[in-house]
């Protein structure tokens, strides 16, 4: 049975572009309720341990410094089948095959900086969820 949560990060250029306030409307506009949020900045090392299962891709270095190179806002969503409703909005990982009228289509400016960041599966929602919120920080 699919899931109720996934887990999101605006990511550091949708933060220094001003984009917060629009991804958010997009978020509640689609039904998603928001259990818990904040904004926050990731260490390297932070960003490292997060994205762990991508250590020996190419990219792994240049995503964990640009992942820790500026505030972003991270939060817990909730709607029925969560993780697989919000990768529909936010749309493919490169924006240039990303779908009209999504997330990343509308404010990502390259594959490695592409807006928003969203769960890929039940259970990796719940661990991303808890590695940025304790129990009394979902509401
Ligand atoms: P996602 O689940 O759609 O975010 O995609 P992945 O889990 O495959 O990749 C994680 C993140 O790494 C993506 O959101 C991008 O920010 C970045 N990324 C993925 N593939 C590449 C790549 O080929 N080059 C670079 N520079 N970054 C990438």
């Known amino acids: 049975m699919s899931g109720y949560k996934t887990f999101t990060m605006i990511k550091p250029t949708a933060v220094k572009n001003g984009h917060i306030g629009s991804i958010l409307d997009m978020i509640n506009n689609a039904e998603f309720r ?25 990219f792994y270095q240049d995503l964990c410094t640009f992942m820790s190179s500026g505030s972003i806002v991270a939060a817990v969503l909730e709607k029925e089948n969560a993780v697989e409703a919000y ?43 808890d590695f940025f919120f304790s129990t009394l920080e979902k509401y």
């Not at 924006?95 to 997330?103: L, Q, R, V, Y």
């Open 34 to 58: 928001i259990v818990a949020m904040k904004l926050t900045k990731l260490s390297y090392e932070r960003a490292e341990k997060f994205y762990s299962v991508h250590k020996e891709k190419p």
């Open 87 to 129: 990768r529909k909005l936010i749309g493919a990982t490169n924006p240039d095959n990303a779908a009209e009228g999504t997330i990343r289509k509308l404010y990502a400016t390259s594959l490695q900086e592409n807006a928003v960041h969203g769960s890929d599966s039940d259970e990796n929602a719940i661990i991303e969820g």
